[in-house]
C-alpha cells in the first residue's frame, strides 16, 4: 500500500518567516495529494490540495509544489502568523473503489510561530 | 452552513463493552468516511460510506463496523472494547466520491 513520510515533525519559525513541510510517497498511481491544518481540539481542514497534472498551486500565503519523478511535494507557508500554530499533515491517494479517493496520511508537523 | 456533527465529542467507556459513535454530515453530502487518530499511529481510515453502501474499508478488524442510514448520517460500532482503541475518532463529509472532504471535530473515545 501508499506509504506517505512527512518532515520535520517539528517546525518552530518566528512570525514573518517562511515555513515548509515536505512529504515523500510511495505509490506513483497516487495522484491526488491534499494538505490539512489541525487546530487543537478541532479536526483537520483542508487547507490546499494539487493534482497529479499540476506542479505547482498558490493560494494567498500558502502553496503547493509537486514533483512526480522524484514522488515527493511540499507546503509552503509564507510570512508566518501566530495563527498558522497548528498540525500540518500532507496525504496522497489514488481514485479506489467507486472513485473514492482514499487519503494515506503523513504524521504530521506540528509548526510553531513565535510572535 | 452547518458542519459536519459527530456526536458525543468524549467518551469513557470499559475494556470488553460495545460503542457506537454517530456522525451527521453537511446537508447534500452522501460520503461518509471514518478515521482513527492516535499519537502512535497518526490518522488512519476506517471505512467509507456512500448512499447507504460501504464502498471502501481500511486495515481494521471485525470489531470496527459502521453503517449509513437514508438521510446520510452514518454510526460506527467498535465491540469488545481493547485499551488501544483509546483514540480520537473522526467522521468525514464528501458531497461525492471524489471530492474535498470536510471533517467533523472527532470523537474522544478513552478506554478504561
Known amino acids: 500500500g501508499e506509504n506517505v513520510e512527512q518532515h520535520p515533525s517539528t517546525l518552530s519559525v518566528q512570525e514573518g518567516d517562511s515555513a515548509v513541510i515536505k512529504c515523500t510517497y510511495s505509490?506513483?498511481?497516487?495522484?491526488?495529494f491534499p494538505w490539512y491544518k489541525q487546530e487543537l481540539g478541532k479536526g483537520p481542514q483542508l487547507i490546499i490540495d494539487i493534482r497529479s497534472n499540476v506542479g505547482e498551486k498558490k493560494d494567498q500565503r500558502i502553496a503547493v509544489t509537486l514533483n512526480k519523478t522524484a514522488k515527493h511535494f511540499s507546503l509552503h507557508i509564507t510570512e508566518t502568523q501566530p495563527e498558522d500554530s497548528a498540525v500540518y499533515f500532507c496525504?496522497?491517494?489514488?481514485?479506489?473503489?467507486?472513485?473514492?479517493?482514499?487519503?494515506?496520511f503523513g504524521r504530521g508537523t506540528s509548526l510553531i510561530v513565535h510572535p | 452552513k452547518a458542519g459536519v456533527t459527530q456526536t458525543p465529542r468524549y467518551l469513557i467507556k470499559t475494556r470488553g463493552q460495545q460503542v457506537t459513535l454517530s456522525c451527521s454530515p453537511i446537508s447534500g453530502h452522501r460520503s461518509v468516511s471514518w478515521y482513527q487518530q492516535t499519537p502512535g499511529q497518526g490518522l488512519q481510515f476506517l471505512f467509507e460510506?456512500?448512499?447507504?453502501?460501504?464502498?471502501n474499508k481500511g486495515n481494521f478488524p471485525g470489531r470496527f463496523s459502521g453503517r449509513q442510514f437514508s438521510n446520510s448520517r452514518s454510526e460506527m460500532n467498535v465491540s469488545t472494547l481493547e485499551l488501544g482503541d483509546s483514540a480520537l475518532y473522526l467522521c468525514a463529509s464528501k458531497r461525492g466520491p471524489n471530492t474535498e472532504a470536510f471533517f467533523g471535530q472527532g470523537t474522544r473515545l478513552t478506554v478504561v
Open positions: 496525504a496522497a491517494s489514488k481514485g479506489q473503489g467507486g472513485g473514492s479517493y482514499i487519503p494515506t
Open positions: 505509490d506513483s498511481a497516487s495522484n491526488y
Open positions: 460510506y456512500f448512499s447507504e453502501t460501504q464502498r
